[in-house]
């Protein structure tokens, strides 16, 4: 391990963010030194999207075993073993966690390990060692949060990162937070065997997500004996002999073995030198503008840490990843530019699953355009109908600009169903390349597939349906 010196680029942070500007930066032959004071990969690797993806993967498959008589096929359901689910999670992170430290060695990045802070806008401190560069990427993201007054005790009220350490199938569960975390827990834990309720405060479960897709969704989850309480605030709660007591603004109670609170995420930006040294702070968050530069020329900053005024920012890894190679190409000296964020991808990997992308008709109305959109049920689709899924995938484009005209630039995807996440890659295509639904008509989609539920919504829109009728 390097004692300090200089580098071109001194990156805080090893989580998505930081290490994807190391990997990128050393691909233009710069020097770079990338300072984790845990384990590089962070959050999404250790805490999130990987550990959490592979318990929704231990969950559908007690799922098939359990509905297997459906499809003629014997099998019995016996229950979950949950250290053998934690070892098979641990495994997955362990072989992508060693196959991230080799590709950061073949590459030439100095992993650097400790608690760092910023030290001047050139340089970091870290176990007494002062690295400096000619340039600091700030990438310390993000952690679980809580609401005023709502101490979380990681025992009975517990984050989600306690929760994927649980050892145990908890019995009963109460989710504080109807967003994409509370709604993946809810998944497995029921699929598990638990009884889950999930609380949020908005009218409607995934609140940035499409009305008709949340409906589905909460249609779904009801059959499959999830309760949600909307518009419910969080009022308090207390320790019963068996777990907690959670009371409602509306003046419910409910009881449970657990509480997930799942409210969201806050950056970790306190005490690192951040502000001391001329970076704009605002509730923690960094400022940054479209190409991530703090107002100090020497310092950008990415991922879950970062606001950009005016911008809806989104906590995923692959923001993170976007936005550290963006980094990594301006001062790598090309001209990167600016993330769209309406492009993003975004999916909640739940049964069922809800994916996005571009923006929902109710946004459109908002930035005043006029939009047409097609609703196509996933019950007219072969591969759904085979896997016994449900669900929509409801396109919206600009309205003809004259009438009995052409749909204008698609505007946004919105699906829900089992496995429908894989099918917004090709959404984002569309939404990204700026595509019109009769440029899309005319791509042959494979049969039976469930990409045609993509296919046959622009075919619908470019006014040629094929199995649809309204
Ligand atoms: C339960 C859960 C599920 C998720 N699922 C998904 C998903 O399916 N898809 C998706 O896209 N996103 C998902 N996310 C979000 C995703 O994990 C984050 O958006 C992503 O990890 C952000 O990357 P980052 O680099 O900004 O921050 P982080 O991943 O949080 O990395 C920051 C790193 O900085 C280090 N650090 C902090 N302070 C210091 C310091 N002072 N010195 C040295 N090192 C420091 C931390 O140890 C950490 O490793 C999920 C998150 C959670 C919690």
Redesign the pocket.
């Known amino acids: 391990m390097a004692e300090g010196g200089h580098y071109d680029i001194v990156i805080?942070?090893?989580?998505?963010?930081?290490?994807?500007c190391a990997l990128r930066a050393a691909e233009f032959g710069k020097r770079v030194a990338l300072?984790?004071?845990?384990?590089?990969?962070?959050?999404?690797?250790?805490?999130?999207?990987?550990?959490?993806?592979a318990l929704l993967h231990a969950a559908e498959v007690a799922d098939s075993s359990r509905e297997s008589g459906k499809f003629g096929v014997r099998t019995a359901f016996e229950g979950i073993e949950m250290p053998a689910v934690l070892s098979y999670q641990q495994g997955v992170v362990e072989r992508l966690w060693k196959g991230l430290q080799g590709t950061l060695a073949g590459r030439k990045v100095d992993m650097i390990?400790?608690?760092?802070?910023l030290a001047s806008p050139t340089s970091?401190t870290?176990n007494g060692a002062t690295y400096t560069g000619d340039h600091v990427v700030l990438?310390?993201?993000?952690?679980?949060r809580s609401l005023p007054g709502l101490a979380l005790d990681g025992e009975r009220i517990i984050s989600?990162?306690d929760?994927?350490l649980l050892d145990r199938v908890p019995s009963s569960v109460i989710i504080l937070g109807g967003g994409?975390?509370g709604v993946?827990?809810a998944s497995v834990w029921r699929s598990f065997g638990a009884a889950v309720t999930i609380v949020e405060m908005a009218p409607q479960l995934l609140p940035l997500e499409d009305e008709g897709s949340a409906k589905v969704l909460q249609r779904v989850f009801r059959r499959r004996g999830i309760g949600f309480e909307l518009g419910a605030p969080f009022q308090s709660v207390s320790y019963t002999d068996t777990g907690v007591a959670v009371t409602l603004g509306n003046g419910k109670q409910l009881e449970a073995e657990l509480l997930l609170v799942?409210v969201g995420?806050g950056p970790?930006s306190a005490?690192?030198g951040y502000e001391e040294n001329g970076v704009a702070v605002t509730r923690g968050f960094v400022e940054v503008n479209a190409l991530c530069q703090t107002p100090v020329p020497t310092i950008s900053a990415?991922?879950?840490?970062?606001a950009i005024p005016g911008t809806a920012h989104?906590?995923?890894?692959?923001?993170?990843f976007a936005?550290?190679i963006m980094v990594a190409e301006r001062l790598g000296g090309l001209d990167p530019r600016p993330i769209d964020y309406d492009g993003v991808p975004?999916?909640?990997?739940s049964e069922p699953e809800v994916a996005s992308v571009g923006i929902t008709a109710v946004q459109a109305e908002q930035r005043g355009i006029s939009v047409v959109e097609v609703n196509y049920p996933l019950g007219g689709n072969g591969k759904s109908v085979i896997l016994g899924t449900q669900g929509q995938a409801k396109v919206i484009a600009e309205a003809p600009s004259v009438p009995g005209g052409q749909p204008g630039r698609v505007l946004g995807v919105h699906l829900v169903g089992s496995r429908v996440g894989e099918l917004i890659a090709e959404a984002q295509l569309i939404f990204n390349w700026d595509a019109e639904p009769d440029d899309v008509a005319a791509l042959i989609h494979p049969h039976p597939t469930q990409s045609e539920i993509i296919g046959e919504a622009h075919l619908a829109l470019a006014g040629k349906p094929l199995h649809f009728h309204a």
Request: hydrophobic fraction near 35%; include cysteine; charged fraction near 20%.
């Open positions: 805080l942070g090893g989580g998505s963010g930081g290490y994807a300072i984790e004071k845990d384990k590089v990969g962070g959050t999404c690797l250790h805490r999130g999207c990987i550990p959490t993806k390990y400790g608690d760092g802070r970091v870290v990438a310390t993201g993000s952690e679980p989600s990162d929760a994927l994409v975390i993946e827990f799942a995420r970790v005490g690192l990415v991922g879950d840490l970062v989104p906590q995923l890894a692959h923001v993170g936005e550290g975004r999916i909640t990997y």
